[in-house]
């Protein structure tokens, strides 16, 4: 049983910065994509970023040059640090695991943190 545990999020003003944790275990989680994604309401679920074993990274658009993608493979652990927040960061925040060569949106998935960026 694959399981994805998220820590961190919160609220912070405009500006600000926050840093999301995320521990999966078993071997489809350290052999392969870990990532972040997020959902504000009403809308769907998207990449904020992913990283491979090897550490190569993808980043949306809306993120690059604020947020950094990092992991940790002895430990199982991905972590997201958000600098520069903004409003429009605001949503619950997913880590998910993947093994390749499935697509992103599939693998598993943790429960969520909120992320609040107040104006």
């Known amino acids: 049983q694959v399981q994805v545990v998220e820590s961190g999020g919160g609220l912070v003003q405009a500006g600000g910065s926050l840093r999301l944790s995320c521990a999966g275990s078993?071997?489809?989680?350290?052999?392969?994509?870990m990532g972040w994604y997020r959902q504000a309401p009403g809308k769907q679920r998207e990449l904020v970023a992913d990283?491979?074993?090897?550490?190569?990274?993808t980043y949306a658009d809306s993120v690059k040059g604020r947020f950094t993608i990092s992991r940790d493979n002895a430990k199982n652990t991905v972590y997201l640090q958000m600098d520069g927040l903004k409003p429009g960061d605001t949503a619950v925040y997913y880590c998910?695991?993947?093994?390749?060569?499935?697509?992103?949106?599939?693998?598993?998935w943790g429960q969520g943190t909120q992320v609040t960026v107040s104006s």
């Open positions: 990283i491979t074993r090897g550490g190569t990274t």
């Open positions: 078993g071997s489809i989680c350290s052999l392969n994509v």
């Open positions: 998910n695991c993947r093994a390749l060569p499935l697509p992103r949106l599939s693998g598993y």
